[in-house]
């Protein structure tokens, strides 16, 4: 029984690894001192998927995702990102923050500079682009999180889904390929989560490749095409949302599914 | 039972003992009668106190006198300011030669011209203006200040910083006027406006070129008489120490405190030896030890004259004390802001630049200013090991024949300017966080 679901499953995941590997994690170990906080990680993400991680808090959700782009430096393993490896090189650092966009649990704006300001830095600094172009880029993607109206402000007059939302746009102005989201909803009041998930589905939409750490349940079922499901350092379960949701295969996903739903 | 408010009720006026004065002394100074006895009785010994002041140093005061012997035949009471106006010349510019001391007044004219564009709005380039100003002014303050011959790489560094001074001084007219940069308007000028990049900014370094071949030669033909340094003195000398200081701590400070948190042991070994070396030893050893044993360490026939070696020990016993500032500075930004900065892109110097500085610095105007405001007066402390900067100055009065014995007026008017310098630049960083507050924290 348990064999054929397996075998479902992977028929599935393969059909949705047509397209290109964009991140490849291979026997990734990182320790915080003598904690083993990530316990041989493999997976791979492919372009376009929307991968999104849950699990209880201290698994290493937040971790895993800040390895992707050198958060946090992992010890052993390897991880390739958009086809360059992930070392030492400071060259490769860079050359991959360009390329990854991310999402932060405290929105992390630069609070001494306005929205338009906040979204234009990357692009002028690091893709060199002109000032108007930056301006111009920056207003289209305000529209997009819709709230043009906002760009003079400053990032403390916002409230908080609104400053997340210009987090999530100043990422895009970067035009990255890959998106993470650590946890964008957890620091947000209950109104404010679902303009925040509306923007991320529309992303999602739009075929971006997204990483997402969250424990919006909802989000995951309907936008994600793969949940890792962590515990203690280990993805113990990875799935497609309904069979994860209707048919947890781990002792633990099990558990932890009847101690949120 | 569910309760639901229907009706809004509108904003009334606050109670009349929150707006009016009279309210606000009763609530604040008459609340009770022990504080009404502690107002009157705090109010009686101000007036004490102040009265005595008023006639000492206003009402018995004698303003016109040839000698302290004249100030007393007037009144033997009274504050005697006829010293302190007699040696007014000699408390500003020390033993600078009186018929040169036009040049000292034109270089603080000039140092104002230069920056007067960083505090008008429509000036663009405000950085390379701040930028100029600490590294090409005290080139041109150099020379007219000291005078004499001129070395081949002081006319170089003399003509750049006549040059940038007139393009900066034009370059903020233009602004003033048109919201435009030099650049721009030449351009405009020339009729260049649609040309491409490459000849525009052809037209801009032929500019630059002309205009410092032009200045070179000018400045050939231009000398002031040498004034040896030992002739410095008065607050003009306090001010020049006292500015160099302020001007290079920073950022000196700055680079010590990024290296006190560098990931690079070496560095940061270095650093806080340094910093802690500099913090640890009172600025008068530091001041001692730079006039009597620095030297020492110079290589033979090199010798450098005690004012520079005394500016060196002020700027690096400063740089220190700021490092540890900014650094408390640093500590104040979330990590979240490093890693924000890091993921779109910013390398380690844009992060800090853009991003982390800024902030930083903003947090610690009032300790900064704090810091700028004690080195003023610290400088003072070269009196002692031999410069007769303001307080020397003041001090010499007391032993000059005519008004030997001369110590209390001197002084006080000493202090009266301090406290006018401090206080304008402890209002000045106030206005500066008010400025600069972007309201609400992150």
Known sequence: ?261 | MAIIKTERTAAIAPPLSETTALGWMRKHLFSSVFNSLLTIVTLFIIYITVKELWVWGIADAVWVADNRRGCFDINVDGACWAGVIAWLDSIFYGRYPREELWRINLGLFLLVIWMVPLWLPRVKAKISIGLTTVFLYPFLAGYLFSGGDKSISMQIMVTAAIVCLAANTVHSIIGVLTGRSLPEFLIRLFGKKNAPEKSQRYLLLGILAVSLVAVYMFQMGWNVENVSWTRWGGLFLTLVISGIGIASALPGGILLALGRRSKMPVVRVISTSFIELFRSVPLITVLFMATTMFPLFLPEGFILNKLVQVIIAVCLFNACYLAEIVRGGLQTIPRGQFEAGHTIGLGYWQTISLIILPQALKHMIPNIVGNFIGLLKDTTLVSIIGLFDVLGMLRSISKDLPWLGLHKEPLVFGAMMFFLICFAMSKYSRHLEVKLSTGHKH
Request: net charge negative.
């Open chain 1, 1 to 261: 029984m348990t064999g054929t679901k397996t075998q479902k499953t992977r028929e599935q995941l393969a059909s949705a690894a047509s397209s290109e590997v964009i991140i490849e994690f291979e026997k990734i170990n990182k320790w915080y001192g003598d904690f083993h906080v990530l316990k041989d990680i493999d997976f791979r993400v492919h372009e376009g998927e929307r991968i999104v991680i849950c699990g209880p808090s201290g698994s290493g959700k937040s971790t895993l995702i800040r390895c992707i782009n050198n958060l946090e430096a992992h010890q052993k393993g390897s991880i390739v990102v958009d086809g360059i490896t992930l070392n030492k090189n400071l060259k490769n650092i860079d050359h991959i923050r360009t390329e990854v966009g991310m999402v932060f649990q405290s929105f992390n704006l630069f609070p001494h500079l306005t929205i338009l300001d906040n979204l234009t830095l990357g692009p002028i600094w690091v893709r060199k682009m002109s000032k108007i172009d930056a301006q111009a880029t920056a207003m289209k993607y305000l529209e997009r999180v819709k709230i043009p109206e906002q760009a003079d402000k400053f990032p403390g007059q916002l409230s908080g889904g609104q400053q997340q939302r210009v987090a999530i746009a100043r990422s895009l102005c970067m035009n990255p390929k890959i998106m993470l989201f650590d946890e964008p909803t957890s620091a947000l009041d209950p109104e404010m989560i679902k303009e925040v998930l509306d923007v991320m589905i529309e992303l999602a939409d739009t075929g971006m490749t997204m990483i997402v750490v969250t424990h919006e349940m909802a989000f995951a079922r309907t936008v994600a095409d793969r949940i890792f499901f962590m515990d203690d350092g280990y993805i113990v379960e990875e799935n497609v949302p309904d069979e994860f949701f209707n048919n947890p295969q781990h002792k633990r996903t099990k558990e932890f599914l009847s101690q949120i739903l």
